[in-house]
T-cell receptor, first 111, second 119 residues
C-alpha cells in the first residue's frame, strides 16, 4: 500500500542554517507529493507540491524535487528563520484523492 | 482564495454530550471534504470523506454512529461527536478540495482545526 516515511525529529537548528527534512514514499502509480506545515495550535497549510517526476515545488524559500528513481521528496531551505519553527508533514495523494501523511517532523530554529 | 474555516476553534464539554463541529469553504464550493483527527505530536488520521448530497465514506475503524458527518451543502460539512467521552478529546481538522481548478485536483486546503476536550 501507499505510505510516507519522514525523518524523525525534532530537528534543531540555528538561524540561517541549511535545512533538509528527508521524505521517502511507497506508492503505486504516479502520486502527487506535498509538503504541509503546521504552526502551533493551527491547522495545516500547503507549503509546496509536485505532481510529476522531476518537478520542483518551491515556496517561501523552501524547495523539494520529486525524485521517482529514489522515491523521495526531500524538503530543503538554504537559510532558516526562527519563524520557520513548526511541524512539517510530507504527504502523497492516494486513491480517491485521499492524502497519506508522514509522521511529521518538528523543526525548532533558535536565534 | 481557497479558504476553509472551522467552528468552533475549541470546545469543552461534559462526558455524554454531543458536539457539532462545522467546516466551511469560504470562497469556493467543495463537493468533497475530509475529516481528520490528530493526537498530540502525531500525524493526521483520516476519519472520513464527506461527499455533498450523499453518505460519508468512513475509514476502517472509525465508528459511523459515533462520528456523524453531514455534507448538506456545497460549502458546509459538519462532524458531530455523539455521546462524547474523554478518549474523544483530540484535535479535529477538516479539509476541502477545490474542484475544477487546473493543477489543483488533488490539493487539499485545511481548516484551522477544532480542539475538543471532553471532561
Amino acid at each position: 500500500g501507499n505510505s510516507v516515511t519522514q525523518m524523525e525529529g525534532p530537528v534543531t537548528l540555528s538561524e540561517e542554517a541549511f535545512l533538509t527534512i528527508n521524505c521517502t514514499y511507497t506508492a503505486t502509480g504516479y502520486p502527487s507529493l506535498f509538503w504541509y506545515v503546521q504552526y502551533p495550535g493551527e491547522g495545516l497549510q500547503l507549503l509546496l507540491k509536485a505532481t510529476k517526476a522531476d518537478d520542483k515545488g518551491s515556496n517561501k524559500g523552501f524547495e523539494a524535487t520529486y525524485r521517482k528513481e529514489t522515491t523521495s521528496f526531500h524538503l530543503e531551505k538554504g537559510s532558516v528563520q526562527v519563524s520557520d519553527s513548526a511541524v512539517y508533514f510530507c504527504a502523497l495523494s492516494g486513491g480517491y484523492n485521499k492524502l497519506i501523511f508522514g509522521a511529521g517532523t518538528r523543526l525548532a530554529v533558535h536565534p | 482564495g481557497a479558504v476553509v474555516s472551522q467552528h468552533p476553534s475549541w470546545v469543552i464539554c461534559k462526558s455524554g454530550t454531543s458536539v457539532k463541529i462545522e467546516c466551511r469553504s469560504l470562497d469556493f464550493q467543495a463537493t468533497t471534504m475530509f475529516w481528520y483527527r490528530q493526537f498530540p505530536k502525531q500525524s493526521l488520521m483520516l476519519m472520513a470523506t464527506s461527499n455533498e448530497g450523499s453518505k460519508a465514506t468512513y475509514e476502517q475503524g472509525v465508528e459511523k454512529d459515533k462520528f456523524l458527518i453531514n455534507h448538506a451543502s456545497l460549502t458546509l460539512s459538519t462532524l458531530t461527536v455523539t455521546s462524547a467521552h474523554p478518549e474523544d478529546s483530540s484535535f479535529y481538522i477538516c479539509s476541502a478540495r477545490v474542484p475544477g481548478l487546473a493543477g489543483t485536483r488533488e490539493t487539499q486546503y485545511f481548516g484551522p482545526g477544532t480542539r475538543l476536550l471532553v471532561l
